[in-house]
């Protein structure tokens, strides 16, 4: 059964350095999707992206942030500058588009970011 | 501000009784709802979708929604020891998730 795989499944790094989380999407998907979980809260939307483009983005999703889908399967997460509160498990989603609102997500297994 | 309200629980189910779990949502547009199932330290996990009034059943569980009440809820009939996890209640106004907190659930053997 096809499923959205995510790297690396933990990421440690400086507070103030860049990272990149890379998701490859179901191969047949065209929406892709990035959520957050800081420990113990909410999963938080963080921004979806067709066509190419980002299409909805949260508050949560400023400048640090970026999304880029650089080749044919890849899907990234850029925080350019991180903070400690940054520090969370990120999630990627994919959806086949082709349902509108009714749209499943597929979720990939998270990586794990720690800014210390 | 969208809101999707959930009671964290915990909720503890003897196994094989009937888990009963609910939520709330705020934006009356909204046209999708999803729970997911998420285990500690793990990612979402789609157990049910439901997009019109009324109930929708599959295997062991079964979601009703009342859009006039903007009130989703999940039953998991013959409650297993597996089923305990968290479960969180999305919804979908415009190609993005909006979540509950979660209703951790127990299924005491």
């Known amino acids: 059964e096809p499923e959205v795989t995510q790297t690396p499944s933990h990421q440690v790094t400086q507070m103030g350095q860049e990272v990149i989380l890379r998701c490859v999407p179901i191969s047949n998907h065209l929406y892709f999707y990035w959520y957050r979980q800081i420990l113990g809260q909410k999963v938080e939307f963080l921004v979806s992206?067709?066509?190419?483009?980002?299409?909805?983005k949260s508050e949560i999703f400023d400048d640090q942030f970026s999304v880029e889908r650089p080749d044919g399967s890849n899907f990234t997460l850029k925080i350019r500058s991180t903070k400690l509160e940054d520090s969370a498990m990120y999630f990627c989603?994919?959806?086949?588009?082709?349902?509108?609102?009714?749209?499943?997500?597929?979720f990939g297994p998270g990586t794990r970011l720690t800014v210390l | 501000q969208k809101e999707v309200e959930q009671n964290s629980g915990p909720l503890s189910v003897p196994e094989g009784a009937i888990a009963s779990l609910n939520c709330t949502y705020s934006d009356r547009v909204s046209q999708s709802f999803f729970w997911y199932r998420q285990y500690s330290g793990k990612s979402p996990e789609l157990i049910m979708s439901i997009y019109s009034n009324g109930d929708k059943e599959d295997g062991r569980f079964t979601a009703q929604l009342n859009k006039a009440s903007q009130y989703v809820s999940l039953l998991i009939r013959d409650s297993q020891p597996s089923d305990s996890a968290t479960y969180l209640c999305?919804?979908?106004?415009?190609?993005?998730?909006?979540w509950g907190a979660g209703t951790k659930l127990i299924i005491k053997p």
């Open positions: 992206f067709y066509n190419n483009e980002i299409s909805e």
């Open positions: 999305a919804v979908n106004p415009n190609y993005q998730l909006i």
């Open positions: 989603a994919s959806s086949l588009g082709l349902a509108g609102l009714t749209d499943t997500q597929y």
